[in-house]
Nanobody
Framework: VQLQASGGGLVQAGGSLRLSCAAS????????MGWFRQAPGKEREFVAA????????YYADSVKGRFTISRDNAKNTVYLQMNSLKPEDTAVYYC????????????????WGQGTQVTVSS
């Protein structure tokens, strides 16, 4: 599976960005998909995840109410809509394919995209 994340950039605090993660090589239809982020000097942290059907979504407390994860299985793509961005959201954002059952544990994810940089200025 190859994952291609895009949509990152520089935005002012309070602004919005929409990240996309397009997969090739395998259908994502039956997999939980997740977004993680990693800021300089910090460990990779869970941001959001979505069940294979899209019915169930999960969020880190720090982004709940501001970020929305969604997926389009027909397009083999997962999205992360980020609103009301804060400087502390600055990080490289990664999408990943879950091969286990624990949606917030990065060790449960088998495939990772290359990451897309999000920078939020104050």
């Amino acid at each position: 599976v190859q994952l291609q994340a895009s949509g990152g950039g520089l935005v002012q605090a309070g602004g919005s960005l929409r990240l996309s993660c397009a997969a090739s090589g395998r259908t994502l239809r039956r997999y939980i998909m997740g977004w993680f982020r990693q800021a300089p000097g910090k460990e990779r942290e869970f941001v959001a995840a979505i069940s294979w059907s899209g019915v169930s979504t999960y969020y880190a407390d720090s982004v709940k109410g501001r970020f929305t994860i969604s997926r389009d299985n027909a397009k083999n793509t997962v999205y992360l809509q980020m609103n009301s961005l804060k400087p502390e959201d600055t990080a490289v954002y990664y999408c990943a394919v879950n091969s286990g059952s624990h949606y917030s544990d990065p060790n449960e994810y088998a495939y990772w995209g290359q990451g897309t940089q999000v920078t939020v200025s104050s």
